[in-house]
């Protein structure tokens, strides 16, 4: 089965409403040409909470070939969660993908397995589609355990969904190491990650669901890396940070097809 790639642009806490507008401006101007595809990549934006509205009247104003996502999303229905945003809420702006368990809410947010289980399915249950996040820290990178460190993340996150769930989300390795460091994962470190989760799947699930899920790279990803990672056979996008807040870069790796590996 061909699984459509997904490149997402997580901008984190750095663009305001009115920078989110100018990117998206900009970059729907730079995929605009004949030569770029819209059917063959789908792009989406994950903006901060502050800017959703905005960027969701843009993109349906000009009906904008791109899709919008969250940064997080509450593991609560609704009620008493001072400064929480609700899965209804996040689903009744249009949202159509939102991160779950990033590293930077695992790590400074003390976001455990449970919590990440739980927003998934609160993602789910609203027809939001969540992007689940894993990865390694540094330490256990050297002792060379990343494969059940992540493994054990992603089993722990879709535990007592059902296979139908699991083929329509979407994971992403992000190594805590490759964030924002300019280090990259090597292609073969991206495969073997994407390819053991994608076997994790099918262990949990099955080999149908497994070839279903999409599996994205994230880390440090820029214009001229894209292109050796999306040539992996288990990797299905990337999860991009800092380069997805620069209109050009952002557009560069969404064009990574018309650049060399
Ligand atoms: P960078 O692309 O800035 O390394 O960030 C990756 C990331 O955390 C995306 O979610």
Redesign the pocket.
């Known amino acids: 089965m061909a699984r459509t790639p997904l490149i997402a642009g ?1 901008w984190k806490m750095v663009l305001d409403h009115q920078q989110g507008t100018l990117l998206v401006q900009k970059l729907d101007w730079t995929l605009k040409d004949a030569k770029h595809d819209h059917g063959a990549v789908e792009v989406a934006v994950l903006p901060s909470h502050t800017s959703l509205r905005t960027v969701q009247t843009l993109i349906e104003g000009d009906r904008l070939a791109l899709k919008l996502g969250a940064q997080d999303v509450s593991a609560h229905e609704s009620g008493a969660y001072t400064g929480e945003v609700s899965a209804a809420q996040l689903a009744k702006l249009g949202v159509t993908y939102v991160a779950v368990g ?1 590293s930077e809410r695992r790590q400074y947010h003390g976001e455990d397995d449970a919590v990440v289980r739980a927003k998934t399915r609160r993602a789910l249950e609203h027809g939001l589609t969540p992007i689940v996040c894993v990865g390694e820290p540094l330490e256990v990178r050297r002792e060379g355990t990343h494969v059940p460190f992540t493994v054990a993340q992603v089993t722990a996150a879709l535990e007592d969904l059902q296979p139908a769930q699991v083929a329509g989300l979407v994971l992403a390795y ?1 190594p805590v190491w ?3 460091t300019g280090e990259f994962a090597s292609p073969a470190d991206a495969q073997e990650v994407c390819e053991a989760l994608r076997a994790a799947v099918a262990g949990q699930f099955d080999a149908a669901t497994a070839q279903a899920v999409r599996v994205l790279y ?4 820029k214009p001229a890396n894209i292109a050796s990672i999306m040539a992996q056979p288990d990797v299905d996008g990337a ?5 997805s807040t620069d209109a050009g870069d952002f557009a560069a790796i969404v064009r990574y097809r018309e650049h060399p590996a």
């Open positions: 997580n990033h992000e490759a964030i924002g994230g880390g440090s990803v999860l991009v940070g800092g380069a």
